[in-house]
């Protein structure tokens, strides 16, 4: 079975601060992404990365960077993280972007800014 | 972009009942996938389906995509299948999947 982890399932921080969220899948897949989640609102896709060092904006990528410097590692990063960045932060991957395979979704990260 | 909009939003059912989840899309995909959320937030990918029919056990998912919508169908529901179900959806240009907004099923004992 395809096995997607993230760092931490909940995560407090202050305004300003650096936050680095990992996801890390066991699979090799090529294609890696990060989305909010918000009630009401969905899904929605920040960044997503096709192969090692190679990264796309999504729908909101505002406040947002991310990292691929190994295949199975995707990390999202909160340059100065803010009340608005509250959220629900789920990592997913795939073997072929776009196409034929599944998505497959860590449990999520709870992270809220103070 | 390509919008999904699902229906109903909100779904209470008693354990036994069956029910039906639909999903509408504005374009032409070529890849429609279906997912469940448990109460603790973990997405499961339920279908991969992007035309036909398939069936796993209690649940099954039909797309027509001629007609630009895709209906989940759940027999002889149990408290387990609560949680928000989630249509998503790319389009033929191979863009990222975009997801509905969610029907929130409950299954009460």
């Known amino acids: 079975d395809v096995k997607v982890t993230q760092s931490s399932r909940y995560l407090v921080k202050r305004t300003g601060e650096k936050v680095f969220l990992e996801c890390v899948q066991d699979?090799?897949?090529?294609?890696m992404f990060w989305y909010r989640q918000d009630p009401g609102l969905g899904l929605r896709l920040i960044y997503f990365s096709y192969d090692v060092k190679m990264k796309e904006k999504g729908d909101i990528p505002e406040g947002y960077s991310v990292s691929r410097e190994k295949k199975e590692r995707f990390s999202l990063i909160l340059e100065s993280a803010s009340t608005n960045q509250t959220s629900m932060y789920l990592c997913?991957?795939?073997?072929?972007?776009?196409?034929?395979?599944?998505?497959?979704f860590g449990p999520g990260t709870r992270l809220l800014v103070l | 972009g390509i919008q999904v909009e699902q229906s109903p939003p909100d779904l209470i059912l008693q354990e036994g009942a069956n029910s039906t989840l639909r999903c509408n899309f504005s374009d032409s995909v070529n890849n429609l996938q279906w997912f469940h959320q448990n109460p603790w937030g973990q997405l499961i990918n339920l279908f991969y389906?992007?035309?036909g029919t398939k069936q796993n056990g209690r649940l099954s998912a039909t797309t027509v995509a001629t007609e630009r919508y895709s209906l989940l169908y759940i027999s002889s529901s149990q408290t387990t299948d609560s949680g928000v179900y989630f249509c998503a959806v790319a389009g033929t240009s191979g863009s990222r999947l975009t997801f509905g907004e969610g029907t929130q099923l409950t299954v009460n004992p």
């Open positions: 389906i992007p035309s």
């Open positions: 699979m090799d897949h090529e294609n």
């Open positions: 997913a991957s795939s073997s072929t972007y776009g196409t034929q395979e599944t998505q497959y």
